[in-house]
């Protein structure tokens, strides 16, 4: 199979709606990480009676214009602790470059999202119809990981 590189059958599926035709169209470049040793970022939660430290790869950065996409996929219910530790130390590394980058007069903005195949449908509507920035998008599992 050509998509051998996605192990896990979340990622599979959000890979081949990255490979249609419409959606080629819409994105000028899009990456799959690696699970390890390619943007790597940190984060800290508590386990029990444990605070543990660990880092993540988002799964995709997908390029449209000036903004990169950066993707998480989980699985529909996957609102575990772990997950909303990643979610918010995510966004909040995102926000931080993002002011690096307005501060240097760089016009190119990150915006991260945990997506699961129960979103897949409404992120692509999004993305063809050109609203994924106009608009906030929020998946049923960010959501979830807010909460």
């Keep these: 199979s050509k998509y051998r590189a996605t192990k896990q059958e979340p990622e599979r599926k959000f890979t081949e709606l990255l490979t249609t035709q419409k959606m080629s169209e819409k994105i000028d470049a899009w990456v799959k ?26 799964d995709y950065f997908l390029k449209f214009g000036k903004y990169i996409v950066v993707i ?14 990643k979610y918010k130390w995510a966004q909040t590394h995102f926000e931080k470059l993002n002011e690096e980058l307005s501060k240097t007069g760089i ?4 915006i991260f999202h945990f997506l699961s195949p129960g979103n897949y449908s409404e992120f692509v509507e999004y ?4 609203k994924l920035f106009e608009h906030e998008f929020r998946s049923a599992l960010e959501l979830k990981l807010l909460s």
């Design 33 to 58: 990480s690696r699970d390890q040793n390619f943007y790597s970022i940190e984060y800290s939660w508590r386990k029990g009676e444990h605070t543990v430290q660990n880092s993540f790869n988002p």
């Design 72 to 85: 998480e996929i989980k699985a529909d219910d996957d609102d575990s602790e772990e997950n909303k530790a």
């Design 107 to 110: 016009d190119q903005h990150y």
């Design 127 to 130: 993305a063809l119809n050109g």
